[in-house]
């Protein structure tokens, strides 16, 4: 297996850019141009990273008029190749993690105004990695506008004494389905996410685990400051 040196993390994060901007998988040709290197170098390098799982090749008809009908190759990244563009220490990563923690920390903001802005943006997100981030913070935030603020520091505590990140996420959401079960069900945008949630949790990666639960530990540590939301459903 290959390290993934700074050249060929530069390769991905160009597709990652371009697939981003484009929504849609992305031709080798358009890395070169964004890389400036002949397509032959960019299809060797995003073949490399395919094998090495980082990237998925995908077949589809071209859109050009000279080669419409004909299939070809694309590439787009697999949920490995969108985490290390996403970890810890990476700018992308970071930039997001302290924007969620800022705006659940917002002085005076309404609990329900902020679940349903961040619930709203969850599929505006183009990694897995990133809406899973955006759920917690909802699920963080339903905490607060459910009665469970005091309740953080400790939760906080527990997760720090288990072993894995799995077992850490796991206990939060089963504390916050026992916190929606008390208070019957909680709001509906919130009961969209958790379920959403549940459907993730099994298929994210080790890395990926690691990431969140970071996130989760930060975000239960630090004070909020939300002030009161109806609690009519």
Known sequence: MKLLTRRRLEFLRALGKIQQEEGRPVH?????????????????????????????????????????GRKQLLYRLTPKGETVLQRPGGEEWQELRSLLLSRLQEKGRATRELIAELSNEISQQTSRLARSAYKLAVLLASLEETGFGRGKKLLAQYLNRLSSPEQGLNLFTGVVLANFLRDKGGSLAVRECL???????????????????????????????????????
């Open 28 to 68: 080798y040709t358009s890395v070169a141009r964004e890389m400036r290197v002949s397509k032959w170098t960019a299809y060797d390098l995003l073949r490399e990273l395919e094998e090495e799982g980082y990237l998925e090749a995908v077949f589809e008809e071209a859109r050009e008029e000279k080669t419409r």
């Open 195 to 233: 379920r959403r949630w549940l459907e993730v949790i099994p298929n994210l990666t080790s890395e990926e685990l690691r990431c969140l639960l970071e996130f989760l530990r930060e975000g239960l540590n630090r004070g909020r400051n939300f002030s009161p939301s109806p609690r009519s459903f």
